[in-house]
DNA sequence: TATAATTGTTAGCCGTGTCTAACAATTATG
DNA sequence: CATAATTGTTAGACACGGCTAACAATTATA
């Protein structure tokens, strides 16, 4: 309950606007305004105002009517976010197995709001789950392990995998 | 990314309210204006205002200088953010191994935002490692067992743990 | 290349949810 | 029970992050 956080710097809404403008410019490739409105499912002047934030902040480079870069602190920013995405995404769908539409749309709106403490913890248990996927006896002690030491119990090979279904 | 979301019906600072009036009317204690705030972090006149909302949405009662309580519907509400709640702090503290107050935390930010699938797997996950806890092999399949069929397999009973530590 | 289509920006509005300052009601106490 | 302390409310401001309408720049095409 009690709201005492150490905030965030970004926002919610600042960090989707990077998280999209990093995918979008994946290999090089020129981002639009266009596209930003269209993923994050906003119409283009809240786009065009989240740039002129974002630029004021020098986590976006922008000139009017003209390219859309994230500068190195930005890309940092959105590098994160995006880590924190992938590992919430997996965790849902891989862990729990929730359907990738709905793990999708769950991590985006955890990513803005999750401990860093919980976020490592939850990547070390879907780490875990995968890679000690089946054979793996006595589970919570051997996470217990694998928190602890770093590494899987002897016993957690997937040598000693027995196939159910 | 994309937000294309079925929204919930209260807004999320709605529901810290609701949960936290909920909480502090437990066994028929009179609620404060005062109180409510301390427990939220947030000056008076946000309650007031909050209250005044909550009022017009029919979810709670109020009136002026006087009695605070939940109506029915308001009742139903807070006790829907309370169970999500519990089931988000159990599965931090219990299933990731966090600390209470961080596990507290994050749940009061996640219990806003989760999807109602995503809720129902992690209580039952909890459960699941809840109520196999130690001598149980094969992880994962046994989970995709106890989501299959509502309950633990065979060989999940408590009677073959072996303590470790 | 002139004009049409598309994309982007500006200006200004709105709802949410906070806040402070000032005032009002209630409650406690000398 | 009068007054001081506490609690609660109102009024008004502000930041955020959306939106629409109108206009400007860019790009495509007849």
Known sequence: MVKQ???????????????????????????????????????MPS????????????????ERYGHIKLTPEGDKVARDVIRRHKALTRFFAQALGINKETAEEDACKIEHVISSLSMERLVKFVEFIEACPLGSANFPSRYEYYLEHGELPRDCSKRSVRKRK
Chains 1, 2 share one sequence.
């Open 5 to 43: 956080e150490a905030q965030r710097e970004q926002t919610a809404s600042m960090e989707d606007y990077l998280e999209a403008i990093a995918n979008l410019g994946e290999g090089r490739k020129v981002v639009r305004v266009k596209q930003i409105s269209e993923m994050l499912g906003v119409k």
């Open 47 to 62: 786009v065009t105002s989240a740039l002129k934030k974002l630029s004021e902040r020098e986590l976006v480079e922008h």
